[in-house]
């Protein structure tokens, strides 16, 4: 934000009107001079005669008793002019103003003086702040508001904001947090935008008030709590990245990361290591070659049009490639094999962070990875040319298209057995529950990723984007399992006990015939550890419990409904007294004789197959 405001200073100007629409008019104008150092130097406050009804009075308190004698606006239309002139216009929504003086000045024939430019301290507000609504910036600003939705109060609340504003910049223009904040690359989803740039306001001061919290709190409606966690981790994650840009973390620098950390709930367990712990030796000038892999903090997108702009060349990983740039060194993906192959060194983002920082600038064209979309076969070439080589593109791509698809047919590349290697960050605890939950990682959908607990749509996106980040890197051929170096038997059948004399595990027919339907076919928490004495085992295939539903279950159910509705004819007709003409008695009938008729043909379908078997 820089300083506009011409010699003769600034006019904040508030309107109040009977509505938004091209047809409603200004009941009330105020407005605020301010000089160029932004003292007060006048206020003017006047009542319009809308020449209309006035709807809203409930909003700004204004009255048609209230204006019977009040000017119209043509009348005050040179006053006003006067106000604003050789001035530059503020306003909150300076659009709505301006839109309102023109219209005002077109019907009353006259020539059209408002300003073009003018300071909106609404569009201030989204940038510095994330709010739009003057009453929530004046809450962060802790500016109180005399009179809401008065025009002369309003001016001079905007006028104070205005103030704070450029106090703020002065003031914080060199505080790190500030300085790092807006560095961060935009994450692209509006919800998730607005939340962060509310977060970035509220930790200026290394804290969070309880104003702030309850407006950071209305921006994550419509996120999931465990997005809300992704998010903070996420933006403290990239804090520390853009910190060590310049080479070091200060004492100071390190004090207030931990500090935001702290403020967000973030795990700091080896979040401030030094990237560079040995002279790795690694130089970077215009025209080197650079790979990037695995799910950066900072989006790999961002990390491309970086080094493209300090004249590096990103792509693939080739015998002159100068760095390969890896989320965990330690990784083993097919662009870290072939690294390790080539000698290429492997370092995190943060040390990529200082190796460009330490270039100065330069001036490339951009160079992407021209093969990075290729492992994935149902990109169409408009979805290539849309998602460009970046992973997180492909994965949502992926999720909005194929929810429910096994995670390994997203590429010919990948098989079920494959696994996403462990990353050193926060994600790593999902993946452990996902291989938990699925052993055969990649057999799992993403509409399965986000039933885990502690994923929503963000965490599921980033676990999905290590998938993309395997078929694209390469996935290395799974370990053999010992069962190929052995052949392992074939999984034992269930035991099924056969009916034996005098067995207490011995059961009837009719307890096959009224099995419960919605019992499990997995073994009771009640039932035996082991199979009882006297029982055999009979292939899977021809095992009773594959054949216990159907008609046995059609017939347990059709006798429970008619043994129910027999019930309700009971109490209908004695206990109410209802007549057998009535609606619900007439239904009631129909149900038990269908019921009746359901029981009767599935229990004797239901005994057939008992005797055939």
């Given at each position: 934000?820089?300083?506009?405001?011409?010699?003769?200073?600034?006019?904040?100007?508030?309107?109040?009107?009977?509505?938004?629409?091209?047809?409603?008019?200004?009941?009330?104008?105020?407005?605020?001079?301010?000089?160029?150092?932004?003292?007060?130097?006048?206020?003017?406050?006047?009542?319009?005669?809308?020449?209309?009804?006035?709807?809203?009075?409930?909003?700004?308190?204004?009255?048609?008793?209230?204006?019977?004698?009040?000017?119209?606006?043509?009348?005050?239309?040179?006053?006003?002019?006067?106000?604003?002139?050789?001035?530059?216009?503020?306003?909150?929504?300076?659009?709505?103003?301006?839109?309102?003086?023109?219209?005002?000045?077109?019907?009353?024939?006259?020539?059209?003086?408002?300003?073009?430019?003018?300071?909106?301290?609404?569009?201030?507000?989204?940038?510095?702040?994330?709010?739009?609504?003057?009453?929530?910036?004046?809450?962060?600003?802790?500016?109180t508001n005399k009179r809401?939705?008065?025009?002369?109060?309003?001016?001079?609340?905007?006028?104070?904001?205005?103030?704070?504003?450029?106090?703020?910049?002065?003031?914080?223009?060199?505080?790190?947090?500030?300085?790092?904040?807006?560095?961060?690359?935009?994450?692209?989803?509006?919800?998730?935008?607005?939340?962060?740039?509310?977060?970035?306001?509220?930790?200026?001061?290394?804290?969070?008030?309880?104003?702030?919290?309850?407006?950071?709190?209305?921006?994550?409606?419509?996120?999931?709590?465990?997005?809300?966690?992704?998010?903070?981790?996420?933006?403290?994650?990239?804090?520390?990245?853009?910190?060590?840009?310049?080479?070091?973390?200060?004492?100071?620098?390190?004090a207030e990361l931990l500090?935001?950390?702290?403020?967000?709930?973030?795990?700091?367990?080896?979040?401030?290591?030094?990237?560079?712990?040995?002279?790795?030796?690694?130089?970077?000038?215009?025209?080197?070659?650079?790979?990037?892999?695995?799910?950066?903090?900072?989006?790999?997108?961002?990390?491309?049009?970086?080094?493209?702009?300090?004249?590096?060349?990103?792509?693939?990983?080739?015998?002159?490639?100068?760095?390969?740039?890896?989320?965990?060194?330690?990784?083993?993906?097919?662009?870290?094999?072939?690294?390790?192959?080539?000698?290429?060194?492997?370092?995190?983002?943060?040390?990529?962070?200082?190796?460009?920082?330490?270039?100065?600038?330069?001036?490339?064209?951009?160079?992407?990875?021209?093969?990075?979309?290729?492992?994935?076969?149902?990109?169409?070439?408009?979805?290539?040319?849309?998602?460009?080589?970046?992973?997180?593109?492909?994965?949502?791509?992926?999720?909005?298209?194929?929810?429910?698809?096994?995670?390994?047919?997203?590429?010919?590349?990948?098989?079920?057995?494959?696994?996403?290697?462990?990353?050193?960050?926060?994600?790593?605890?999902?993946?452990?529950?996902?291989?938990?939950?699925?052993?055969?990682?990649?057999?799992?959908?993403?509409?399965?990723?986000?039933?885990?607990?502690?994923?929503?749509?963000?965490?599921?996106?980033?676990?999905?984007?290590?998938?993309?980040?395997?078929?694209?890197?390469?996935?290395?051929?799974?370990?053999?399992?010992?069962?190929?170096?052995?052949?392992?038997?074939?999984?034992?059948?269930?035991?099924?006990?056969?009916?034996?004399?005098?067995?207490?595990?011995?059961?009837?027919?009719?307890?096959?015939?009224?099995?419960?339907?919605?019992?499990?076919?997995?073994?009771?928490?009640?039932?035996?550890?082991?199979?009882p004495p006297n029982t055999?085992?009979?292939?899977?295939?021809?095992?009773?419990?594959?054949?216990?539903?159907?008609?046995?279950?059609?017939?347990?159910?059709?006798?429970?409904?008619?043994?129910?509705?027999?019930?309700?004819?009971?109490?209908?007709?004695?206990?109410?007294?209802?007549?057998?003409?009535?609606?619900?008695?007439?239904?009631?009938?129909?149900?038990?004789?269908?019921?009746?008729?359901?029981?009767?043909?599935?229990?004797?379908?239901?005994?057939?197959?008992?005797?055939?078997?």
């Amino acid at each position: 934000m820089s300083a506009v405001g011409q010699d003769s200073g600034y006019a904040v100007i508030d309107l109040e009107t009977t509505g938004f629409g091209k047809f409603d008019r200004i009941v009330e104008i105020g407005v605020v001079q301010l000089g160029p150092d932004l003292s007060a130097e006048r206020t003017w406050r006047t009542l319009v005669q809308p020449m209309r009804d006035i709807p809203n009075t409930h909003i700004h308190g204004i009255s048609a008793t209230d204006v019977v004698d009040a000017p119209t606006f043509d009348q005050v239309a040179d006053e006003l002019r006067g106000l604003l002139q050789g001035r530059t216009p503020v306003a909150h929504n300076a659009s709505f103003e301006k839109r309102f003086l023109q219209t005002e000045l077109a019907r009353a024939g006259m020539a059209n003086w408002v300003p073009e430019a003018w300071v909106d301290t609404m569009r201030l507000a989204r940038e510095y702040m994330g709010v739009g609504k003057l009453s929530e910036a004046l809450a962060l600003a802790n500016i109180t508001n005399k009179r809401a939705h008065s025009a002369l109060a309003d001016a001079e609340a905007t006028a104070e904001l205005l103030r704070y504003f450029y106090s703020q910049q002065a003031r914080q223009a060199g505080t790190r947090i500030e300085q790092l904040s807006r560095a961060l690359p935009s994450s692209g989803e509006w919800g998730e935008e607005t939340y962060r740039r509310r977060l970035a306001h509220a930790l200026k001061d290394k804290e969070i008030t309880r104003d702030e919290a309850r407006l950071l709190e209305a921006a994550a409606t419509g996120l999931a709590a465990e997005d809300v966690e992704a998010i903070n981790e996420e933006f403290t994650r990239q804090l520390v990245v853009e910190a060590w840009a310049d080479g070091v973390i200060t004492d100071d620098e390190r004090a207030e990361l931990l500090a935001v950390a702290a403020a967000l709930g973030v795990n700091t367990a080896g979040l401030l290591e030094d990237p560079q712990t040995d002279d790795d030796g690694v130089v970077l000038k215009p025209g080197d070659r650079v790979a990037l892999t695995g799910a950066l903090d900072i989006p790999r997108d961002a990390w491309t049009e970086r080094a493209t702009a300090a004249g590096l060349d990103v792509g693939g990983v080739t015998k002159k490639c100068a760095v390969l740039v890896a989320a965990n060194p330690d990784s083993m993906s097919g662009k870290a094999r072939k690294a390790r192959e080539y000698g290429v060194p492997i370092v995190k983002e943060t040390r990529f962070a200082q190796l460009i920082a330490a270039m100065g600038s330069g001036s490339a064209g951009a160079i992407i990875d021209a093969t990075a979309t290729a492992p994935f076969s149902w990109l169409t070439p408009e979805d290539a040319q849309r998602t460009g080589a970046s992973p997180a593109q492909i994965a949502a791509l992926w999720i909005a298209r194929n929810p429910e698809r096994p995670l390994y047919e997203m590429s010919d590349h990948l098989r079920p057995e494959h696994r996403p290697e462990a990353t050193g960050t926060g994600i790593d605890k999902y993946l452990d529950a996902w291989r938990e939950q699925h052993p055969l990682m990649l057999k799992a959908s993403a509409a399965d990723l986000l039933q885990l607990r502690g994923v929503g749509e963000k965490r599921c996106n980033k676990l999905v984007e290590l998938i993309v980040e395997l078929a694209a890197d390469g996935a290395p051929e799974p370990a053999a399992p010992k069962a190929l170096e052995e052949p392992a038997p074939e999984p034992l059948p269930r035991p099924v006990a056969t009916p034996v004399p005098g067995s207490p595990y011995a059961y009837s027919a009719a307890d096959e015939l009224f099995e419960d339907p919605l019992a499990s076919s997995s073994t009771p928490s009640n039932a035996p550890a082991s199979a009882p004495p006297n029982t055999v085992t009979v292939p899977d295939a021809e095992s009773p419990a594959k054949k216990r539903n159907g008609a046995a279950r059609v017939c347990k159910w059709s006798a429970i409904t008619m043994a129910v509705t027999a019930v309700l004819i009971i109490v209908l007709g004695a206990g109410l007294g209802m007549p057998g003409e009535h609606p619900v008695a007439i239904t009631v009938a129909l149900v038990f004789m269908g019921a009746a008729l359901s029981t009767t043909l599935s229990g004797i379908v239901a005994v057939i197959k008992l005797l055939r078997k």
